[in-house]
């Protein structure tokens, strides 16, 4: 429709440039019209009484519009645009042949339907006007002959993964060697990787490329759940309660209830039953316990459904490497009091956990417990970041904050900022606002805004679980999730506490306290800060959840357990390697990343970092690391996982003959599962690839309009053409409708 | 109406159960003090820590006594000068009353107070439901100070209690080296402290109990759950404090003795 009423395709008008081809001065073209409108206004202005006022104007308007349009066209304009000089071009013609391609939708497969419109249109339609090089691409792009018979039969859909990125990098980089003019891509735009980067978008744009798109495949299935994603903690304590969130996409089970399951070698590890909402994706919180130590590697995900299209993308994969380390915790507390012994007490049988305590007992007086040796904090609370960065956790209980030094006030704050500690503040009546903290610069660091007033109270109080709290694995001590919260609703109340201000941004508020008939305050809150993460527990009442409960009820070391194990799990070592991604989807490529520092935490630059990793075949291979140049203390590398199976990379660092540290990072390459995901089309992918690239994208039907749009194009060897517009029939239908609408109106206000 | 109805009895409900969520505040025992002092100004304060007495039934050992039984020996005067020392020496928040801790008629009261001290055990007579309920407490978590009572009759009759509590736990001598001996004060070197009899009579000790024991029972993790102060006197250390006749040097040890047995019990 567009083509008929404007001559040309669109692609012509957004790409071109407006000019008019008559050589007469364009001021002239505006007094014309000027004068035009002005003669008509006078004219109306003489024959006033015939029509109304608004009438004449109407009449005026229309007048001057029809002798505007016709004084344009005495100007010649016309459509400048850049065009592929005919047979003198490469258009270069990608067909997906990755496994989603060979999903029937309709009765008939995906590739299929591609080849059909390639053999039958397509192809025949561009090369009558350009060369066409015709590509099939999964992984990366392979070019297929076309020389015998033409045609395109018989392609397989059996590459494990689609890499659109990847393959159009591999054509961009031919078009030195030859002239592209355009490519044109067939897909249901289910790429493996988490979409195109941004430098094959860049290096198309750069050599003016247009990515045409043709999808295949609808927009989603009509009967289907799939797993999103899931985000699990890469690094756990041994037997430490673990939290995964999983997104989930479904379609047609809308109000089921299903089953979502962690499993490990097939062996269930946690199970629960969700329902499946009205809206296409939702986010489910599943707790687990990670195990002892060692890679463990989970299938999360949603048991299969009767009905569903595809059952294949029900679960995904995760690694969470289980660390052995005991971890230490430094707990500084200033007067003798219950919470003190029993959270030793709630510690004692962990087997992650490592409390180390300094009390004051009395005024001069300090009582260590769980030191390695009589030497440890013998001279009391670290005054050398060397000496606190040791810990990898730090609870300060009722301590005044003048009891610390500006510099060790400064260390405790680094510990968590630079080193990456957790840092847990207890309340008391020498803590928080009672303590003096206010005007400390602690106070910036914590979660909850301090108020300045002294509310401490001794008073019994309900605790009671937020949003927040049910879904995190600190609370949890239940193993269901409803369990475990009509479970806190009996939890018997703390018999004190402190009444603190509001969340800080960022900050996640776990659990609220209150006294019958008072406003719930924030209990437990927690914050990420700097490198690390801050918490703060507003009560110190905790010890009646053991002394008013049954001796064999575990609930408060669980909890406590659970909190301090969030405090450090992902406190680092001088050395850390990661990697984006610890489950490789059908693909092969590692990049490392290893951070690097010295006692005090501070970056290393020179320092020889090696990482040693060892195949599922039992072999190894040992790669060096080079430095990152734009940022200190981080160190790369890459490395090619050529067989399917689990891998572990061990890191070392040195600088000249100190030994820096030493991490462990596990990951593992997964053949023939990328395709299973994000099967139905990616519309959005390919419009976006296409936007990006001054492309269309075409559904198979309308995709007989890409052999006319795609000679549209400022790549390859072009030609800049004049394209006039004078004679579009959109200009005649105009001149008719403004004339004939004019003497119409005039024969119903009878002035004919 | 109904709804009105509906929301008064919401309201008592609520105002009932925090009634019974509090704690069980200081209380006078008038008719049966054994040396009366004045009631300190902050005897209501709510502290962390307080001194808590244990009020048990004498039973068939009630004839020692009388009907009161034996439970507040020195009390309340040994219990508030302690009191005085635990503040001034120690970072210890608390008031300068004591708490009775009524096994008899508000035994889960217990469960509010981790330290406990019962004296003249040597008379004590729990019953069964008692027996269960400090077996109970002290699995949980408490800790239990026993003190004043002397020889074989006494030991027999404190054991008979004690051990339908742990039946199957034995009582050990404690070493020098427990930390129980130095968590604030280092106390190897220990004497026997003598109750007020002894200026009178001379003697340290009371009836055949010459030798004083420091004994323990130990949980499961090797921590001191009850602690027994036997063949000695440190109630009437605590309570003679004032009284220029009764040596210091008893004092001394039973103040710190009493304040390492509390700072054990709020660390271990």
């Known amino acids: 429709m567009f083509e008929l009423l404007f001559k040309y395709p669109l692609a012509v008008f957004s790409k071109g440039k407006f000019v008019l081809l008559s050589g007469w001065p364009v001021w002239l073209l505006i007094l014309l019209i000027v004068l035009a409108a002005g003669g008509l206004f006078w004219n109306m202005r003489q024959r006033h009484g015939i029509l109304s006022k608004t009438r004449s104007t109407i009449v005026w308007l229309a007048q001057t519009a029809l002798i505007a349009l016709l004084l344009l066209m005495l100007w010649h304009p016309a459509i400048s645009v850049a ?3 005919p047979q003198e071009n490469v258009v270069a013609v990608l067909v997906d042949h990755s496994r989603s391609m060979g999903i029937a939708d309709d009765g008939k497969p995906r590739l299929q339907n591609a080849e059909d419109l390639l053999d039958n249109q397509l192809l025949p339609d561009l090369s009558k006007r350009f060369q066409v090089r015709l590509y099939e691409f999964g992984r990366d792009a392979v070019r297929i002959d076309l020389s015998n018979t033409g045609q395109v039969r018989g392609l397989a859909a059996d590459d494990n993964a689609t890499r659109i990125g990847d393959s159009l990098k591999h054509i961009a980089s031919e078009a030195g060697t030859m002239p592209l003019g355009a490519i ?16 094959t978008i860049e290096q198309l744009r750069q050599l003016r490329i247009p990515v045409h798109t043709i999808g295949f495949g609808p927009d989603h299935f009509a009967k289907d759940i799939e797993i999103v994603d899931v985000d699990s903690p890469a690094r756990a304590l041994a037997q430490s309660r673990v939290s995964a969130r999983v997104a989930i996409r479904q379609h047609g089970f809308a109000g089921q209830k299903v089953k979502l399951m962690v499993r490990e070698n097939d062996h269930p590890v ?3 039953e969700i329902l499946l909402k009205p809206d296409a994706e939702q986010s489910e919180t599943i707790v687990f316990n990670a195990g002892p130590p060692g890679a463990h590697s989970f299938q999360i995900g949603v048991t299969p459904v009767a009905g569903e299209e595809n059952a294949q993308n029900n679960s995904v994969v995760r690694l969470v490497n289980v660390t052995p380390k005991k971890m230490r915790i430094l707990y500084m507390e200033g007067e003798p009091r219950w919470e003190y012994k029993f959270i030793r007490r709630a510690l004692e049988d962990d087997p992650s956990i490592e409390l180390v305590t300094i009390l004051r007992t009395t005024q001069n007086k300090i009582y260590r417990q769980g030191t390695a040796d009589a030497h440890e904090l013998e001279a009391g609370f670290p005054t050398k970041a060397e000496e606190l960065f040791k810990y990898d956790g730090l609870i300060i209980g009722s301590v005044e904050a003048s009891y610390f030094s500006n510099e ?4 405790i704050r680094d510990f968590a900022d630079r080193r990456g500690g957790g840092v847990l503040f207890l309340a008391g009546r020498f803590a928080l606002s009672e303590g003096g903290y206010t005007k400390s610069p602690l106070a910036e660091m914590m979660p909850l805004r301090l108020t300045g007033e002294k509310n401490w109270s001794r008073d ?3 605790v009671s679980l937020t949003d927040a709290g049910r879904e995190s694995v600190i609370c949890r001590i239940e193993e269901e999730r409803d369990q475990n919260i009509a479970r806190w609703q009996k939890m018997p109340q703390v018999a004190n506490y402190d009444v603190l201000g509001a969340p800080k941004p960022g900050a996640v508020v776990l659990m609220n306290v209150a006294e019958a008939g008072h406003r719930p305050t924030p209990l437990l809150a927690t914050q990420n800060y700097g490198h690390g993460r801050v918490g703060i527990f507003a009560t110190a009442g905790s010890w009646r959840w053991k002394m008013l409960q ?17 405090l450090v799990t992902e406190t680092p070592g001088p050395v850390l390697s990661s990697t984006p991604h610890q489950v490789l989807s059908d693909d092969t490529h590692v990049p490392l990343r290893v951070s690097v520092r010295d006692k005090d935490f501070q970056t290393v630059s020179g320092a020889t970092v090696q990482t040693t990793i060892s195949r599922p075949d039992g072999g190894s291979d040992t790669i060096e690391l080079r430095p990152d140049p734009l940022e200190p203390g981080m160190y790369t590398g890459e490395y090619t996982a050529d067989k399917p199976g689990t891998y572990v990379a061990e890191t070392s660092a040195r600088q000249d003959k100190t030994d820096l540290g030493r991490d462990a990072l596990t990951f593992r390459r997964e053949d023939g599962v990328a395709e299973n995901f994000g099967a139905a089309q990616n519309r959005d992918l390919l419009e976006k690839l296409s936007s990006d690239t001054g492309g269309s994208y075409y559904t198979p039907s309308n995709a007989r309009k890409l052999s006319g749009e795609v000679a549209v194009s400022e790549a390859g060897i072009t030609a800049h053409d004049n394209l006039d517009i004078w004679d579009m029939p959109i200009v005649f239908l105009l001149v008719i409708l403004i004339r004939g609408g004019e003497w119409l109106l005039r024969r119903k206000w009878g002035v004919v | 109406m109904r709804f009105r109805i509906a929301i008064l009895a919401v309201l008592l409900c609520c105002g009932f159960s925090a009634l019974l969520a509090f704690q069980a505040r200081f209380k006078e025992y008038t ?6 002092t004045a009631v300190p100004g902050d005897a209501f304060e709510q502290t962390e820590w307080t001194f808590a007495r244990l009020r048990y039934p004498s039973g068939r050992y009630a004839g020692y006594s009388g009907e009161r039984g034996s439970w507040p020996t020195d009390f309340p005067k040994a219990d508030r000068q302690f009191l005085q020392g635990v503040r001034r020496l120690t970072r210890i928040h608390t008031r300068s009353s004591e708490q009775v801790i009524d096994l008899i008629n508000d035994p889960d009261e217990i469960f509010n107070w981790p330290w406990v001290y019962a004296v003249e055990v040597g008379h004590w007579d729990l019953t069964d439901a008692q027996c269960k309920l ?8 408490g800790f239990l100070m026993v003190d004043d009572f002397h020889g074989t009759f006494e030991w027999d009759v404190f054991t008979q209690s004690m051990s339908r509590i742990f039946p199957d736990r034995t009582i050990v001598e404690l070493p020098n080296a427990d930390p129980i001996f130095h968590t604030v004060y280092d106390l190897d070197q220990r004497v026997q402290v003598p109750g007020l009899q002894y200026l009178y009579s001379g003697r340290l000790y009371e009836k055949d109990g010459t030798i004083p024991h420091w004994r323990a029972i130990y949980d499961d993790d090797g921590r001191v759950m009850v602690a027994m102060c036997f063949n000695q006197d440190d109630g009437d250390a605590w309570e003679h404090a004032d009284n220029p006749q009764y040596e210091a040097k008893y004092t001394s040890q039973a103040y710190r003795l009493g304040i390492n047995y509390i700072v054990y019990s709020m660390t271990h």
């Open chain 1, 83 to 85: 065009r592929l000089r």
């Open chain 1, 184 to 199: 044109v891509v067939l897909s249901d735009g289910g790429d493996n990787t988490g979409g195109i980067d941004r430098e």
């Open chain 1, 460 to 462: 019994f109080a309900t």
């Open chain 2, 31 to 36: 008719g049966e003090e054994d040396n009366p």
């Open chain 1, 408 to 411: 060790q006030q400064a260390i």
């Open chain 1, 270 to 272: 946690a199970e629960q």
């Open chain 2, 134 to 141: 400090l077996r109970e407490y002290l699995l949980r978590g």
């Open chain 1, 550 to 566: 049954d001796h064999t009820d575990r609930t408060h070391s669980m909890f406590w357990s659970q909190l301090l194990r969030w």
